[in-house]
Protein backbone atom coordinates (compact mmCIF):
# COMPACT_ATOMS: atom_id res chain seq x y z
CA UNK A 1 0.00 0.00 0.00
CA UNK A 2 2.91 2.57 1.04
CA UNK A 3 4.03 1.90 -2.76
CA UNK A 4 0.89 2.92 -4.03
CA UNK A 5 0.85 5.89 -2.22
CA UNK A 6 4.11 7.26 -3.22
CA UNK A 7 3.27 6.18 -6.71
CA UNK A 8 0.35 8.41 -7.05
CA UNK A 9 2.19 11.19 -5.01
CA UNK A 10 4.35 11.03 -7.95
CA UNK A 11 1.81 11.42 -10.07
CA UNK A 12 -0.04 14.39 -8.68
CA UNK A 13 2.92 15.74 -8.64
CA UNK A 14 3.89 15.20 -11.85
CA UNK A 15 0.23 16.06 -13.28
CA UNK A 16 0.41 19.89 -11.08
CA UNK A 17 4.14 20.16 -12.97
CA UNK A 18 2.61 19.44 -16.33
CA UNK A 19 -0.76 22.04 -15.36
CA UNK A 20 1.98 24.84 -14.57
CA UNK A 21 3.89 24.19 -17.49
CA UNK A 22 1.16 24.70 -19.59
CA UNK A 23 -0.26 27.77 -17.83
CA UNK A 24 3.73 29.41 -18.08
CA UNK A 25 3.66 28.25 -21.65
CA UNK A 26 0.20 29.75 -22.71
CA UNK A 27 1.35 33.37 -20.75
CA UNK A 28 4.72 33.05 -22.91
CA UNK A 29 2.89 31.87 -26.33
CA UNK A 30 0.66 35.65 -25.23
CA UNK A 31 4.17 37.92 -24.78
CA UNK A 32 5.45 39.80 -27.41
CA UNK A 33 8.92 39.79 -28.12
CA UNK A 34 10.65 42.18 -29.67
CA UNK A 35 14.24 41.93 -31.23
CA UNK A 36 16.78 45.40 -31.66
CA UNK A 37 18.58 44.79 -34.36
CA UNK A 38 21.34 47.06 -36.83
CA UNK A 39 25.08 48.07 -36.33
CA UNK A 40 27.39 49.29 -33.65
CA UNK A 41 26.31 52.24 -32.19
CA UNK A 42 23.17 52.68 -33.89
CA UNK A 43 20.76 53.69 -30.69
CA UNK A 44 19.40 50.06 -29.77
CA UNK A 45 19.74 50.45 -26.16
CA UNK A 46 18.89 54.02 -26.05
CA UNK A 47 15.22 52.38 -27.09
CA UNK A 48 16.23 50.18 -24.10
CA UNK A 49 16.39 52.99 -22.04
CA UNK A 50 13.66 54.66 -23.19
CA UNK A 51 11.09 51.69 -23.01
CA UNK A 52 12.01 51.77 -18.88
CA UNK A 53 11.53 55.52 -18.62
CA UNK A 54 8.46 55.01 -20.19
CA UNK A 55 7.02 52.03 -19.47
CA UNK A 56 8.88 50.76 -15.80
CA UNK A 57 9.39 53.39 -13.39
CA UNK A 58 12.35 55.50 -14.88
CA UNK A 59 15.87 55.40 -13.16
CA UNK A 60 15.83 55.57 -9.18
CA UNK A 61 18.42 57.61 -7.85
CA UNK A 62 20.58 54.98 -6.94
CA UNK A 63 20.29 53.47 -10.74
CA UNK A 64 21.39 57.42 -11.25
CA UNK A 65 24.50 57.58 -9.51
CA UNK A 66 25.49 54.24 -10.99
CA UNK A 67 25.48 56.14 -14.35
CA UNK A 68 28.11 58.92 -13.41
CA UNK A 69 31.06 56.75 -14.01
CA UNK A 70 30.01 55.44 -17.33
CA UNK A 71 29.06 59.03 -17.88
CA UNK A 72 32.66 60.77 -16.78
CA UNK A 73 33.91 57.87 -18.89
CA UNK A 74 32.68 59.37 -21.77
CA UNK A 75 34.08 62.47 -21.32
CA UNK A 76 37.20 61.02 -21.05
CA UNK A 77 36.58 58.85 -24.06
CA UNK A 78 35.29 62.40 -26.18
CA UNK A 79 38.45 64.57 -25.46
CA UNK A 80 40.84 62.14 -25.82
CA UNK A 81 39.68 60.96 -29.00
CA UNK A 82 39.33 64.56 -30.19
CA UNK A 83 42.77 65.40 -28.94
CA UNK A 84 44.53 62.55 -29.99
CA UNK A 85 43.46 62.47 -33.87
CA UNK A 86 43.50 66.49 -34.17
CA UNK A 87 47.60 65.70 -35.45
CA UNK A 88 46.85 63.01 -37.43
CA UNK A 89 44.09 64.70 -40.01
CA UNK A 90 45.17 65.55 -43.42
CA UNK A 91 45.65 68.16 -42.96
CA UNK A 92 46.65 68.13 -39.43
CA UNK A 93 45.56 70.18 -36.77
CA UNK A 94 47.58 72.20 -34.10
CA UNK A 95 46.47 73.40 -30.99
CA UNK A 96 45.38 77.75 -31.08
CA UNK A 97 46.58 78.24 -27.76
CA UNK A 98 49.69 76.44 -27.30
CA UNK A 99 49.66 77.25 -23.28
CA UNK A 100 47.45 74.08 -23.99
CA UNK A 101 50.02 71.77 -24.87
CA UNK A 102 50.59 70.55 -21.33
CA UNK A 103 47.17 69.70 -20.94
CA UNK A 104 47.06 67.90 -24.36
CA UNK A 105 49.97 66.04 -23.29
CA UNK A 106 48.32 65.00 -19.79
CA UNK A 107 45.23 63.73 -21.14
CA UNK A 108 46.99 61.63 -24.16
CA UNK A 109 49.46 60.39 -21.36
CA UNK A 110 46.11 58.86 -19.92
CA UNK A 111 45.39 56.92 -22.52
CA UNK A 112 41.88 55.68 -23.44
CA UNK A 113 40.75 53.88 -19.45
CA UNK A 114 41.39 57.43 -18.43
CA UNK A 115 42.56 58.69 -14.56
CA UNK A 116 41.33 55.95 -11.49
CA UNK A 117 39.57 59.52 -10.63
CA UNK A 118 38.61 62.60 -11.97
CA UNK A 119 40.10 65.39 -10.13
CA UNK A 120 39.79 69.21 -9.99
CA UNK A 121 43.31 69.12 -11.81
CA UNK A 122 41.85 66.83 -14.49
CA UNK A 123 38.83 68.57 -15.37
CA UNK A 124 40.65 71.37 -15.75
CA UNK A 125 42.70 70.18 -18.10
CA UNK A 126 39.13 69.12 -20.31
CA UNK A 127 38.09 72.74 -19.81
CA UNK A 128 41.18 74.06 -21.06
CA UNK A 129 41.28 71.95 -24.00
CA UNK A 130 37.71 72.06 -25.24
CA UNK A 131 37.76 75.94 -24.99
CA UNK A 132 40.82 75.78 -27.80
CA UNK A 133 39.30 76.56 -31.34
CA UNK A 134 41.43 73.98 -32.65
CA UNK A 135 39.84 71.17 -30.44
CA UNK A 136 36.09 72.42 -31.81
CA UNK A 137 37.61 72.01 -35.52
CA UNK A 138 38.60 68.73 -34.57
CA UNK A 139 35.46 67.75 -33.19
CA UNK A 140 33.87 68.98 -36.43
CA UNK A 141 35.89 66.63 -38.57
CA UNK A 142 35.36 63.56 -36.26
CA UNK A 143 33.62 61.75 -39.17
CA UNK A 144 37.55 61.35 -40.33
CA UNK A 145 37.88 59.17 -37.00
CA UNK A 146 35.94 57.37 -34.32
CA UNK A 147 33.51 59.29 -31.52
CA UNK A 148 30.84 59.05 -29.57
CA UNK A 149 27.60 61.11 -30.46
CA UNK A 150 27.80 62.99 -27.37
CA UNK A 151 30.90 64.05 -27.15
CA UNK A 152 29.84 67.46 -27.46
CA UNK A 153 26.62 67.06 -25.08
CA UNK A 154 29.13 65.94 -22.30
CA UNK A 155 32.27 68.38 -22.81
CA UNK A 156 29.23 71.60 -22.88
CA UNK A 157 28.53 70.11 -19.18
CA UNK A 158 31.85 70.14 -17.30
CA UNK A 159 30.90 72.38 -15.12
CA UNK A 160 27.61 70.18 -14.17
CA UNK A 161 29.46 67.06 -14.33
CA UNK A 162 32.47 67.74 -12.08
CA UNK A 163 29.77 68.75 -9.07
CA UNK A 164 30.33 66.10 -6.26
CA UNK A 165 26.57 66.17 -6.11
CA UNK A 166 26.01 65.28 -9.83
CA UNK A 167 23.09 63.01 -10.09
CA UNK A 168 22.63 62.35 -13.75
CA UNK A 169 19.41 63.30 -15.74
CA UNK A 170 17.03 61.19 -17.93
CA UNK A 171 18.59 63.07 -20.73
CA UNK A 172 22.13 62.20 -19.52
CA UNK A 173 21.43 58.61 -19.43
CA UNK A 174 19.49 58.22 -22.67
CA UNK A 175 23.39 59.99 -23.71
CA UNK A 176 25.52 57.94 -22.28
CA UNK A 177 26.91 55.09 -24.32
CA UNK A 178 28.66 51.87 -23.35
CA UNK A 179 29.22 49.07 -25.65
CA UNK A 180 26.90 46.04 -25.79
CA UNK A 181 28.55 42.52 -25.18
CA UNK A 182 25.71 41.05 -23.86
CA UNK A 183 21.98 39.93 -24.52
CA UNK A 184 19.73 42.28 -22.61
CA UNK A 185 16.17 42.19 -21.73
CA UNK A 186 13.71 44.35 -20.11
CA UNK A 187 9.95 43.62 -19.47
CA UNK A 188 6.85 45.71 -19.94
CA UNK A 189 3.57 45.90 -20.01
CA UNK A 190 1.13 48.28 -22.04
CA UNK A 191 -2.98 49.10 -21.75
CA UNK A 192 -4.62 47.23 -24.50
CA UNK A 193 -6.78 50.14 -25.90
CA UNK A 194 -10.78 48.56 -25.51
CA UNK A 195 -11.44 48.84 -29.26
CA UNK A 196 -8.78 46.52 -29.18
CA UNK A 197 -10.49 44.08 -26.43
CA UNK A 198 -8.90 46.14 -23.25
CA UNK A 199 -6.71 44.39 -21.02
CA UNK A 200 -2.66 44.41 -20.82
CA UNK A 201 0.14 43.25 -23.07
CA UNK A 202 3.43 41.89 -21.98
CA UNK A 203 6.51 42.99 -24.15
CA UNK A 204 10.29 41.11 -23.81
CA UNK A 205 12.41 43.49 -25.56
CA UNK A 206 15.76 42.16 -26.65
CA UNK A 207 18.71 44.16 -26.94
CA UNK A 208 22.07 42.27 -28.48
CA UNK A 209 25.40 43.89 -29.69
CA UNK A 210 25.76 45.78 -33.01
CA UNK A 211 29.44 44.77 -33.40
CA UNK A 212 30.45 42.38 -35.95
CA UNK A 213 32.29 40.31 -33.63
CA UNK A 214 28.76 40.32 -31.32
CA UNK A 215 26.38 38.74 -33.98
CA UNK A 216 27.19 35.78 -33.66
CA UNK A 217 25.35 35.77 -30.73
CA UNK A 218 22.04 37.06 -32.18
CA UNK A 219 20.21 33.67 -33.36
CA UNK A 220 20.30 32.61 -29.45
CA UNK A 221 17.34 35.27 -29.62
CA UNK A 222 15.43 34.68 -32.87
CA UNK A 223 13.21 31.92 -31.67
CA UNK A 224 9.59 33.81 -31.16
CA UNK A 225 10.20 36.81 -32.29
CA UNK A 226 7.25 38.84 -33.14
CA UNK A 227 8.82 41.85 -34.47
CA UNK A 228 12.29 43.26 -35.32
CA UNK A 229 12.82 46.91 -34.56
CA UNK A 230 15.66 47.70 -37.20
CA UNK A 231 18.05 50.54 -36.35
CA UNK A 232 19.81 52.54 -38.62
CA UNK A 233 22.08 55.65 -37.44
CA UNK A 234 21.37 57.84 -40.68
CA UNK A 235 23.95 60.58 -39.80
CA UNK A 236 26.58 57.63 -40.49
CA UNK A 237 26.71 58.40 -44.09
CA UNK A 238 30.04 59.71 -43.65
CA UNK A 239 31.78 57.49 -41.23
CA UNK A 240 33.31 54.22 -40.96
CA UNK A 241 33.31 51.24 -38.71
CA UNK A 242 35.46 51.01 -35.32
CA UNK A 243 35.86 47.68 -35.87
CA UNK A 244 36.81 48.23 -40.06
CA UNK A 245 37.90 51.61 -40.66
CA UNK A 246 37.92 51.06 -44.54
CA UNK A 247 34.01 49.97 -44.14
CA UNK A 248 31.42 53.02 -44.38
CA UNK A 249 28.65 52.78 -41.80
CA UNK A 250 25.69 53.26 -43.71
CA UNK A 251 26.90 50.40 -46.56
CA UNK A 252 27.38 48.34 -43.64
CA UNK A 253 23.65 48.66 -42.17
CA UNK A 254 22.62 47.99 -45.72
CA UNK A 255 23.71 45.08 -45.89
CA UNK A 256 23.22 43.87 -42.43
CA UNK A 257 19.30 44.66 -43.37
CA UNK A 258 19.39 42.36 -46.16
CA UNK A 259 20.80 39.63 -44.50
CA UNK A 260 17.72 39.74 -41.90
CA UNK A 261 15.53 40.57 -44.01
CA UNK A 262 16.39 37.12 -46.19
CA UNK A 263 17.33 35.52 -42.62
CA UNK A 264 15.09 32.26 -42.68
CA UNK A 265 14.78 32.82 -38.87
CA UNK A 266 12.80 35.98 -39.00
CA UNK A 267 10.52 35.16 -41.95
CA UNK A 268 7.28 35.12 -39.80
CA UNK A 269 8.54 38.21 -37.53
CA UNK A 270 7.47 41.78 -38.76
CA UNK A 271 10.17 44.67 -39.73
CA UNK A 272 10.16 48.14 -38.33
CA UNK A 273 12.77 49.98 -39.72
CA UNK A 274 14.02 52.82 -37.30
CA UNK A 275 15.78 55.46 -39.56
CA UNK A 276 17.18 56.97 -36.14
CA UNK A 277 19.84 59.81 -35.24
CA UNK A 278 17.37 62.65 -37.62
CA UNK A 279 18.43 65.21 -34.90
CA UNK A 280 22.34 64.36 -35.46
CA UNK A 281 21.66 64.03 -39.55
CA UNK A 282 19.85 67.35 -39.68
CA UNK A 283 22.52 69.02 -37.81
CA UNK A 284 25.34 67.48 -40.36
CA UNK A 285 23.38 68.62 -43.51
CA UNK A 286 23.34 72.26 -41.34
CA UNK A 287 27.04 72.34 -41.06
CA UNK A 288 26.79 71.62 -45.23
CA UNK A 289 28.10 67.93 -45.46
CA UNK A 290 26.45 65.90 -48.12
CA UNK A 291 26.08 61.76 -48.80
CA UNK A 292 27.25 62.24 -52.07
CA UNK A 293 30.80 61.37 -51.46
CA UNK A 294 29.84 57.89 -50.64
CA UNK A 295 27.03 57.36 -52.54
CA UNK A 296 27.12 59.10 -56.08
CA UNK A 297 23.83 58.04 -57.13
CA UNK A 298 22.05 60.79 -54.85
CA UNK A 299 23.06 63.49 -57.34
CA UNK A 300 20.62 61.66 -59.61
CA UNK A 301 17.76 60.66 -56.95
CA UNK A 302 14.35 61.71 -58.00
CA UNK A 303 12.11 62.33 -54.29
CA UNK A 304 8.94 61.93 -54.26
CA UNK A 305 7.11 65.16 -53.90
CA UNK A 306 4.88 64.23 -50.64
CA UNK A 307 8.23 63.78 -48.86
CA UNK A 308 8.59 67.94 -48.97
CA UNK A 309 10.86 70.37 -51.05
CA UNK A 310 12.95 68.87 -53.09
CA UNK A 311 15.43 71.88 -52.64
CA UNK A 312 15.59 70.64 -48.36
CA UNK A 313 18.88 68.95 -48.15
CA UNK A 314 17.93 67.80 -45.01
CA UNK A 315 14.14 66.01 -46.50
CA UNK A 316 16.34 64.79 -49.57
CA UNK A 317 19.06 63.10 -47.88
CA UNK A 318 16.93 61.28 -45.62
CA UNK A 319 14.32 60.41 -48.02
CA UNK A 320 16.99 58.74 -50.14
CA UNK A 321 18.70 57.16 -47.07
CA UNK A 322 15.25 55.71 -46.40
CA UNK A 323 14.90 54.33 -50.16
CA UNK A 324 18.05 52.48 -50.18
CA UNK A 325 16.58 50.29 -47.58
CA UNK A 326 13.27 49.86 -48.84
CA UNK A 327 14.49 49.06 -52.31
CA UNK A 328 15.81 46.09 -50.79
CA UNK A 329 12.38 45.10 -49.50
CA UNK A 330 11.44 45.22 -52.99
CA UNK A 331 13.90 43.90 -55.47
CA UNK A 332 14.29 40.39 -56.80
CA UNK A 333 14.95 37.87 -54.34
CA UNK A 334 18.64 36.19 -54.48
CA UNK A 335 18.69 33.01 -55.77
CA UNK A 336 20.08 31.42 -52.79
CA UNK A 337 17.14 32.51 -50.58
CA UNK A 338 14.37 31.37 -52.89
CA UNK A 339 12.84 29.39 -50.66
CA UNK A 340 11.73 29.30 -46.59
CA UNK A 341 10.01 26.91 -44.33
CA UNK A 342 6.85 29.29 -43.16
CA UNK A 343 4.53 27.74 -40.72
CA UNK A 344 6.21 24.68 -40.62
CA UNK A 345 5.22 24.54 -45.09
CA UNK A 346 8.14 25.39 -47.56
CA UNK A 347 6.95 28.37 -49.37
CA UNK A 348 9.17 30.47 -52.11
CA UNK A 349 10.37 33.41 -49.84
CA UNK A 350 8.65 36.16 -51.94
CA UNK A 351 5.44 34.64 -50.99
CA UNK A 352 6.75 34.89 -47.60
CA UNK A 353 7.75 38.23 -47.72
CA UNK A 354 4.45 39.82 -49.27
CA UNK A 355 2.82 38.12 -45.62
CA UNK A 356 5.07 39.75 -43.63
CA UNK A 357 4.70 43.64 -42.23
CA UNK A 358 6.74 46.39 -42.66
CA UNK A 359 6.84 49.76 -41.50
CA UNK A 360 9.06 52.57 -41.27
CA UNK A 361 9.63 55.86 -38.51
CA UNK A 362 12.04 58.95 -38.78
CA UNK A 363 13.36 58.81 -34.92
CA UNK A 364 15.69 60.55 -32.80
CA UNK A 365 15.98 58.02 -30.41
CA UNK A 366 17.66 60.29 -27.18
CA UNK A 367 13.93 62.37 -27.67
CA UNK A 368 11.54 60.80 -25.43
CA UNK A 369 8.14 62.57 -26.84
CA UNK A 370 9.26 60.97 -30.48
CA UNK A 371 9.65 57.34 -29.11
CA UNK A 372 6.73 57.61 -27.06
CA UNK A 373 4.80 58.33 -30.25
CA UNK A 374 6.63 55.84 -32.34
CA UNK A 375 6.26 52.76 -29.79
CA UNK A 376 2.40 53.69 -29.51
CA UNK A 377 1.84 53.10 -33.46
CA UNK A 378 4.22 49.92 -33.25
CA UNK A 379 1.83 48.64 -30.27
CA UNK A 380 -1.13 49.73 -32.30
CA UNK A 381 0.49 48.39 -35.68
CA UNK A 382 1.22 44.52 -33.46
CA UNK A 383 -2.85 44.44 -31.76
CA UNK A 384 -4.33 45.52 -35.34
CA UNK A 385 -2.12 42.79 -36.82
CA UNK A 386 -3.40 40.32 -33.61
CA UNK A 387 -6.76 40.71 -34.51
CA UNK A 388 -6.11 40.59 -38.49
CA UNK A 389 -4.59 36.74 -37.90
CA UNK A 390 -7.15 35.59 -35.32
CA UNK A 391 -9.93 36.92 -38.55
CA UNK A 392 -11.73 39.50 -36.53
CA UNK A 393 -10.37 42.82 -38.33
Same mark, same amino acid.
Given at each position: ????????????????????????????????????????????????????????????????????????? #??????????? #??????????????????????????????????????????????????????????????????????????????????????????????????????????????????????????????????????????????????????????????????? #??????????????????????????????????????????????????????????????????????????????????????????????????????????????????????????????????????????????????
Amino acid at each position: MACVKKVNEAKKHSDELDKQLKIWHRKYEKIVKLLLLGTGESGKTTILKQMKILHISGYTVSERREKVAEILQ #NVHESIYDIVR #NMRLLNPPLDLENSNNEKSLKYIVQLGPDGPSTFSEEYFQHVEALWKDRSVQMSYRRSNEYQLIDSAKYFLDQLETLKRPDYVPSDQDILRSRKTTTEIQKIEFSLKIPKRYGGGSQTFWMFDVGGQRGARKKWIQVFDGIRSVLFLVACSDFDQTLREQTST #NRLKEALILFENMWYSRFLQESGIILFLNKQDVLMEKIKQGKSIRQNFPEYDSYIMNPKDGRSDDEYLRTRSFIRDLFLGITTKKTPAHHEYVVFHRVSLPIEDVIRKRGFYYHFTTATDTNNIKMVFEDVHSMILAENLSVAGLE
